[in-house]
């Protein structure tokens, strides 16, 4: 894995420093964009005076089935780490199905079998067509699966999206969800809702951010403590009426019949978590799968086949049984830099913690070499992001500015979750606070980077605060009579910035013969930064010598 020096570029006499501004993407409209309604004077100057390019964060060029599918966090850093790109999680299952190769793997067979001595098969996941972290067609076809192989009895928890779909669209389906169940149902094969929730409230926690989550997730599933509904329709309406919160803060519930709950998990039950995506997936995989747990009290263990719709973490194992194998992410940026004896550090807040580390090491956990590796991770706090917009920026800007003036690292990168975690709370108000926090801090870093005689890109893994309402099919805001919008919480299909930015005369310029550059042409663009030459087999840097 040695890189070889560039001829055709010299070395940066600075650090090279990636700046990754979560959920920022540019849209075609003002409309309902935070980051062009924001106060951002030093964003807008970097923008104006440096070299720019946009980049594809979506479908394709992120390894998704097709363009119509949004980029994430997960698979923009893949990208960005990777300088490839690779087919991911949903491209992967939707093939595994369509194949039968699913079906034909030992996962599944001893899921199958382990119900088929009188325990029932639970399906746990994200219930909605977003395509981030789960797809309903995938349910339904495990579903239909099931059935034809003579599972009699199932039982499915649903986890409300309103996030990376609609923020209210819970009914638009569980209702058809239903009427599927009930043409699915026989006197044969006994399948129903028993249970469900936001995906914020319970569950689907990531980064050890906030147990609390996971520990009601497991009392409303395995359990089966909580308040209890007739359906998940009532569920729904109940707290929708009562509590004015979205989707995605709906409280946990249980469906009762008679006071008794329809599905808690037992022995002898075997369970399917059917995200592919691993970050909101790991904990309640621990919880499910470790016998020695500790981060809260889950009463006795129930004696269940448990599998992951993917592994989602490959250091670790976990879960050790899965029903689709994971993209398989080699020879990083990272990996290469530290078998080269480049010095790294990497740093964000706990949300997005992950995403700088094992996301963009190909879904690896733990460093290639702990002498030239730095990973620093602040705290989040543990509120609802619209209640503080600025997060943890500043504080990571404090530490950023710090190591940048060590003269300790070569290359830095950091992720700023603002864009993308207070874009995901709908807020429009609150996403163009987080704008102008960045912007104050990227006024700060800047100068101190290029102080050091380095170089700064900044950039993004995907849109999201760039188009808070909801469109139509032309692409306009979409207002009632009133003329009210209704919030956006998903990402965008919408480009993002790649800036360059460095001292006089720089030695380089932004190619213009790529098509459609995309998030995987910067990790070689990196490297000549760095005054190495990328892998043939990486994707063509965005710079030319000049």
């Known amino acids: 894995m040695k890189l070889e020096k560039s001829s055709r570029f010299s070395a940066c006499p600075g650090p090279v420093v990636t700046i990754v501004l979560d959920g920022v993407g540019i849209s075609p409209r003002e409309d309902g964009d935070a980051v062009k309604s924001a106060r951002t004077p030093t964003l807008d100057r970097l923008m104006a005076n440096y070299p720019m390019t946009k980049l594809l964060a979506h479908g394709k060029a992120v390894g998704m089935p097709s363009d119509e599918d949004m980029g994430n966090s997960e698979v923009g850093h893949n990208a960005f780490g990777a300088g490839r790109v690779f087919a991911q999680g949903a491209k992967l299952v939707a093939e595994s199905i369509a194949s039968g190769h699913l079906w034909q793997g030992h996962a599944w067979h001893e899921v199958v079998a382990t119900v088929k001595q009188g325990g029932t098969l639970h399906f746990l996941g994200l219930f909605s067509d977003g395509n981030v972290h789960s797809h309903i067609d995938h349910l339904r076809a495990m579903l239909e699966q099931a059935k034809q192989e003579g599972v009699a009895k199932v039982r499915i928890h649903i986890l409300l999206d309103g996030r990376d779909v609609g923020e209210t669209s819970a009914l638009d389906y569980v209702d058809p969800f239903e009427a599927y169940l009930d043409g699915l149902r026989s006197p044969e094969f006994d399948v129903a809702i028993a249970s469900g929730g936001g995906r914020m409230s319970i569950t689907m926690d990531r980064y050890e951010a906030d147990w609390s989550m996971v520990k009601r997730g497991w009392d409303i599933h395995v359990l089966g403590l909580g308040r209890q509904f007739a359906s998940a329709h009532e569920a729904i309406e109940t707290y929708r009426d009562e509590l004015k919160v979205i989707d995605q803060d709906l409280p946990g519930f249980v469906i009762a019949k008679d006071g008794k709950p329809l599905g808690t998990i037992v022995d002898g039950d075997a369970v399917v978590f059917f995200n592919f995506r691993g970050d909101r997936a790991i904990e309640i995989s621990r919880a499910f799968t470790e016998e020695q747990f500790s981060p809260f009290e889950r009463g006795p263990l129930p004696k269940v086949t448990y599998a992951g719709m993917m592994q989602y973490d490959g250091d670790t194992k976990l879960p050790p049984r899965f029903l689709v194998e994971p993209p398989t992410i080699n020879r990083t940026l990272g990996e290469y830099l530290a078998k080269n004896g480049i010095s790294q550090y990497a740093i964000s807040e706990t949300q997005k913690f992950g995403h700088v580390t094992y996301f963009w090491n ?101 849109g999201n605060a760039d188009e808070m309402y909801e469109l139509d099919k032309k692409g306009n805001v979409i207002r009632n009579g009133e003329g009210r919008t209704k919030s956006k919480t998903s990402h965008t299909l919408n480009p993002v910035p790649f800036v360059l930015i460095s001292g006089e005369n720089p030695g380089y310029k932004l190619r213009s013969d790529i098509a459609a550059p995309g998030l995987s042409n910067s990790a070689a663009t990196i490297l000549n930064l760095l005054g190495f030459e990328a892998p043939e087999d990486y994707d063509p840097s965005l710079i030319e010598a000049v």
């Open 362 to 462: 190909g879904n690896r956990s733990g460093k290639f070499d702990e002498s030239l590796e730095t990973y620093v991770e602040i705290p989040s706090d543990v509120v609802p992001f619209e209640q503080r917009p600025w997060m943890k920026c500043a504080e990571i800007t404090d530490t950023l500015i710090e190591a940048v003036r060590s003269g300790q690292y070569r290359y830095l990168r950091v992720n700023y979750a603002n864009g993308d975690m207070v874009g995901h709370t709908g807020n429009f108000e609150a996403a163009v606070t987080a704008m102008q926090g960045l912007d104050l801090q990227l006024a700060r870093l800047i100068p101190v980077i290029l102080e050091m005689n380095g170089t700064a890109i900044i950039t993004a893994d995907h």
